[in-house]
């Protein structure tokens, strides 16, 4: 499993303002937020079941379309989609 950004508590020290790191990178992210830890169980239900038994060297990527989007937004471009 390949998760993106997940709403988790970083401990320690951040290595750069925190705020504007999670701001651009929530810009880079087709739905707009990052993921909720339970929105990672149903990839994994799958793998842990026989759903997924013949699944065998592959990545699920959750990550709120970030992989799917890799072209740059430029200015004629509409804005991302928050839902779906």
């Known amino acids: 499993l390949a998760p993106g950004m ?5 401990d320690g020290e951040f290595p750069f303002d925190r705020e504007a790191f999670e701001s651009a990178y929530r810009e880079r992210i087709p739905l ?12 994994l239900l799958l793998l ?3 759903a997924g038994a013949y699944l065998t ?3 699920i ?5 970030v992989l799917a989007d890799q072209m740059p937004r430029m200015r004629f471009m509409p804005p991302y989609r928050n839902t779906i």
């Open 57 to 59: 060297g592959a990545r």
């Open 32 to 43: 707009g937020r990052y993921a909720r830890p339970d929105e990672c169980v149903g990839a």
């Open 6 to 10: 997940v709403e988790t508590p970083i």
């Open 61 to 65: 990527v959750v990550d709120g379309g």
């Open 48 to 50: 842990a079941s026989d």
